[in-house]
């Protein structure tokens, strides 16, 4: 897949936020088509645990949210541990005042302590934050861990060295947090665990002064290690099972909202954004159209040249609805059989007059003979279009659209009936097509 085509396949992946607070999918050309697109991604391997880059975009946010409630209880945890820890060390330097070794306590244990529970709060606050983008959510998830490793790594050390009592073992667990399901991906975390296992390699030789701290250090290095590498597994194979129930779970929606002949959206998705749509159009007080589409004589089409030049039929004019549909809260719909609909929203009359005779002349253009046809010896279509009223649901503008498609018809079809009347004369598809026809012209004919 190209970066153009990547970058927009992306656009539609992601919902777009509404005033109202729902979320809409949007459909708009399938080019390729997404259930392709997901289902070459299934067909190949996971080892390296990568997917094109649309669908690496979508894994990643969905993976922040499905665990961002396990994200916040885990670094809300270890904050509340870390209070802990400092409300003890107010305690413990009481037991050092006149020894000497008070600046080495504040500094080694203390201090890194409230740095690193002010990196949890700030960490918070910007999980909590509904807008916050993942770039972000990613590198302050990231800042906390490593912080907290490395400052667990400073304060053992600092206390080992004053021959307190200390956990260095603690520092294992920030290793296995930092493979915890945070939120971010397996690579994010390995970088963090790997952080925490180096600083602490490196900083034994440079807190400690004996030989037996350093054994004990270059001991507790190799156990380090050795976590990260089990840990590092174990996260590898839940990532794995992760990304196949994405695409499995992504093709699923995509097939239950979108149909599988032309790849526009399905009735289903039509009620429920359309919906949206109304509800949107009337708070921002913005002009809402429906037009609905319908095939002429298509069954006569079928009976002649047979059903799978009728299906070759249905995705031409499906293709040809979706170019139409390119902005965000445009949607072309195959409502059923050879039945379109296309809603068009913020749109002037004028305009929408001009697209709807653009998308006659196109179909025009297409040529595909239709010898049973009473109307025309080509595929032609009858459309109703109809405005959305104030008062108007789903279901009414549905109808007053649908009564417009049926006068259209009765006129005599390879029109459009409504808020834009246009006809277009019959043309011989053996001759040059309507579009040819009318750039000969020119526009001033």
């Known amino acids: 897949m190209s970066h153009p085509q990547g970058r927009a396949w992306c656009k539609r992946m992601l919902q777009l936020q509404v005033n109202d607070g729902t979320s809409c999918m949007v459909n708009s050309p399938l080019s390729p088509n997404e259930a392709d697109v997901l289902r070459q991604q299934m067909g190949r391997p996971l080892a390296w645990l990568r997917f094109a880059p649309p669908l690496e975009l979508e894994f990643a946010q969905s993976l922040r949210q499905q665990q961002r409630r396990n994200t916040l209880f885990t670094l809300g945890f270890l904050g509340v541990l870390w209070l802990c820890f400092a409300a003890f060390d107010w305690w413990r330097i009481q037991g050092m ?19 690193v529970i002010s990196l949890f709060l700030c960490t918070l606050y910007v999980l909590l934050h509904p807008h916050t983008r993942l770039r972000t959510h990613v590198v302050w998830v990231m800042l906390s861990v490593v912080g907290c490793g490395c400052g667990l790594v400073v304060s053992s050390y600092t206390l080992k060295v004053l021959e307190a009592p200390e956990l260095s073992m603690a520092i294992l667990l920030t290793v296995v947090v930092a493979l915890y399901p945070l939120g ?41 290690w050795l976590t990260l590498v089990l840990s590092g597994v174990t996260a590898y194979f839940r990532e794995r099972a992760w990304r196949e129930q994405f695409l499995l779970r992504r093709l699923l929606d995509w097939e239950s909202y979108h149909d ?138 549905f109808r007053l659209a649908d009564s417009l498609l049926l006068q259209a018809k009765e006129q005599g079809r390879n029109r459009v009936c409504g808020v834009a009347s246009i006809v277009l004369p019959v043309i011989n598809p053996r001759r040059p097509s309507w579009a040819q026809q009318a750039a000969a012209m020119g526009p001033d004919s």
Request: aromatic fraction near 8%.
């Open 184 to 224: 971010i991906r397996l690579r994010q975390a390995l970088a963090m665990a790997a952080t925490v296992c180096l600083f602490a390699t490196v900083a034994g030789p440079w807190l400690l002064q004996t030989p037996a701290q350093l054994q004990e250090h270059w001991m507790m290095v190799v156990v380090l």
């Open 260 to 397: 599988p002949l032309t790849g526009l959206a399905n009735r289903r998705m039509f009620r429920e954004q359309f919906q949206r749509n109304i509800l949107h159009a009337k708070r921002e007080k913005e002009p809402l159209f429906l037009a609905l589409i319908d095939i002429d004589h298509f069954k006569l089409y079928n009976d002649l040249y047979g059903h799978q030049a009728g299906d070759e039929v249905l995705r031409l004019v499906g293709n040809l609805l979706a170019r139409y549909a390119r902005r965000p809260l445009d949607m072309a719909v195959r409502l059923a059989g050879e039945e379109f609909a296309l809603a068009a929203y913020d749109e002037s009359v004028d305009s929408l007059r001009v697209r709807m005779e653009q998308l006659l002349i196109d179909l025009h253009g297409l040529n595909l003979a239709h010898d049973a046809s009473v109307t025309a010896p080509y595929v032609t279509v009858s459309i109703g279009l109809a405005q959305v009223r104030s008062d108007d649901t789903v279901d009414s503008v």
């Open 97 to 115: 005042l006149g020894t000497g070794k008070e600046l080495q306590f504040v500094l080694g244990v203390m201090l890194q302590r409230w740095v």
